[in-house]
């Protein structure tokens, strides 16, 4: 059974940094094809944050975090990491990793195949 957790989340100020982890049980992350971080505000829909391709460890990014968040794994910890800086009140959300099996990075919720629970961001002062 594919399991995710995330952690990492918090309360921040403006211009601060976070760094969200994301871990796997029971399966490698390496196996899965992409790995994606996705985030819902309040009253929003999901928005696709960030992602790395397995294969060549290329990466995407949302025009609004490009410059200020990096997407990283380590294989041999088996996790993905999401390094936030410069964070905005905008960036206030609830932060998810997810993993699709084939294909490559989507920049939409939908092309994800398993969740995690979530970590909670919120940027304020």
């Known amino acids: 059974q594919v399991q995710l957790v995330e952690s990492g989340g918090g309360l921040v100020q403006p211009g601060g940094s976070l760094r969200l982890s994301c871990g796997a049980s029971?399966?490698?992350?390496?196996?899965?094809?992409?790995i994606g971080w996705i985030r819902q505000a309040p009253g929003k829909g999901r928005e696709g944050v960030s992602c790395?391709?397995?294969?060549?460890?290329?990466?995407i990014y949302a025009d609004s975090v490009k410059g200020r968040f990096t997407i990283s794994r380590d294989n041999a910890e088996n996790t993905v990491a999401l390094q936030m800086n410069s964070l905005k009140p905008e960036d206030t959300a609830t932060y998810y990793c997810a993993v699709a099996r084939y294909g490559r990075c989507s920049p939409y919720a939908s092309g994800y195949d398993s969740w995690g629970q979530g970590t909670q961001v919120t940027v304020s002062s």
């Open positions: 029971g399966f490698a992350l390496e196996n899965y094809a992409a």
């Open positions: 790395i391709n397995r294969d060549d460890s290329s990466a």
